[in-house]
C-alpha cells in the first residue's frame, strides 16, 4: 500500500505564492506517474498538473505558466509551485500516485493511490 501525505496548504492573499509537498515515503518504484487534483465545495476534483520519470509534465489550462510541478527522488517528494494565486484557485489538493508512465496524468482514473488533501484559500 502506498501512503501519500500532503503539506503546504494555507491561506494567502490573491497574487500570493505556496509551494505544496507529498511526502510517499517508501515509494521506491523506478516508474511512476504523480500527480497534483484539487476539488472545490460542490465542484469536481480536477487535474491540476502531472509529472512521470519519462519526463512528461501536464498541466491543467487554468494554471499553465503560474503553477509548476517537480519533484525530488532523493526524497520521494512531489512539489508542486503555486505563485500568482487566485481566489478561484481555493480547493483542497491531493496528490495522487501510480505505479508507470503517465497515460492520461489529468485523469483522476490514472491514480489509485491518494493523499488526504491539503486545504488551499485565496482570497481576495
Known amino acids: 500500500q502506498v501512503q501519500l501525505q500532503e503539506s503546504g496548504g494555507g491561506s494567502v492573499q490573491a497574487g500570493g505564492s505556496l509551494r505544496l509537498s507529498c511526502v510517499a515515503p517508501?515509494?521506491?518504484?523506478?516508474?511512476?506517474?504523480m500527480g497534483w487534483f484539487r476539488q472545490a465545495p460542490g465542484k469536481e476534483r480536477e487535474g491540476v498538473a502531472a509529472?512521470?520519470?519519462?519526463?512528461?509534465?501536464d498541466y491543467a489550462d487554468s494554471v499553465k505558466g503560474r503553477f509548476t510541478i517537480s519533484e525530488d527522488n532523493h526524497n520521494n517528494t512531489l512539489y508542486l509551485q503555486m505563485n500568482s494565486l487566485k481566489p478561484e484557485d481555493t480547493a483542497m489538493y491531493f496528490c495522487?500516485?501510480?505505479?508507470?508512465?503517465?497515460?492520461?496524468?489529468?485523469?483522476?482514473?490514472?491514480?489509485?493511490?491518494w493523499g488526504q488533501g491539503t486545504q488551499v484559500t485565496v482570497s481576495s
Open positions: 495522487a500516485a501510480d505505479v508507470g508512465f503517465c497515460r492520461n496524468g489529468l485523469d483522476s482514473d490514472e491514480y489509485p493511490y
Open positions: 517508501g515509494y521506491t518504484y523506478s516508474r511512476y506517474c
Open positions: 509529472i512521470d520519470t519519462d519526463g512528461y509534465t
